[in-house]
């Protein structure tokens, strides 16, 4: 049954309905039943993936029947991968990456945090372009994910009353 047919009996339903006076309280809650099923899209939803996930994808698009298959290989093999970790405790996670490759991908926004050593009021800085990062004093705030300060080394500042860890929009 598609969406017009679900529609079209509802309304069949509301005229028989109309015909009973006490019967106003349902045919209020058919016509918002067809409100909502009409704010329903036809179109499939695309996944919404961490960022690790999106990078795998565009790397193996151009083969991804082999990619997925190999995947799925190496995964019975008790590969420890970041892949293979989210293929083990994600729901459908196999489903999810065909969607990608059907649908197209949303990438999943992750938090982002500044990090501030309590003592001194300085911030946790990164300048790429200087391969620069460090802790200054002044304006300059640089926003990290978890996993960003946990690679580099800043893991604890989440621990630590030595540091003050603030999440902050992207």
Do not use: C
């Not at 047919?5 to 009973?20: G, V």
């Not at 009409?38 to 993936?49: A, C, I, L, R």
């Not at 405790?89 to 501030?116: C, P, S, W």
């Not at 004093?137 to 800043?154: D, H, N, V």
Request: cysteine-free; aromatic content about 12%.
């Amino acid at each position: 049954m598609n969406k017009k047919e679900l529609i079209s009996i509802i309304r069949t339903e509301i005229l028989l309905a109309k015909s009973i006076p006490e019967r106003k309280g349902y045919i209020a809650g058919l016509e918002e039943a067809i409100n909502i099923i009409e704010g329903f899209s036809n179109e499939p939803q695309k996944p919404v993936v961490p960022q690790f996930v999106a990078d795998w994808y565009e790397e193996h698009k151009e083969s991804f029947d082999l990619e997925l298959w190999d995947i799925i290989y190496e995964h019975g093999r008790n590969n420890t991968t970041a892949m293979s970790t989210w293929i083990d405790f994600t729901d459908d996670a196999l489903i999810t990456l065909v969607n990608m490759h059907q649908f197209g991908y949303e990438i999943e926004k992750q938090k982002r945090y500044t990090v501030k050593i309590v003592a001194v009021n300085q911030y946790l800085v990164r300048n790429t372009d200087e391969n620069f990062l460090g802790f200054l004093q002044s304006r300059l705030k640089s926003k990290f994910t978890r996993e960003e300060l946990e690679e580099a080394g800043f893991g604890e500042v989440f621990n630590s009353p030595l540091f003050e860890v603030e999440e902050v929009e992207e």
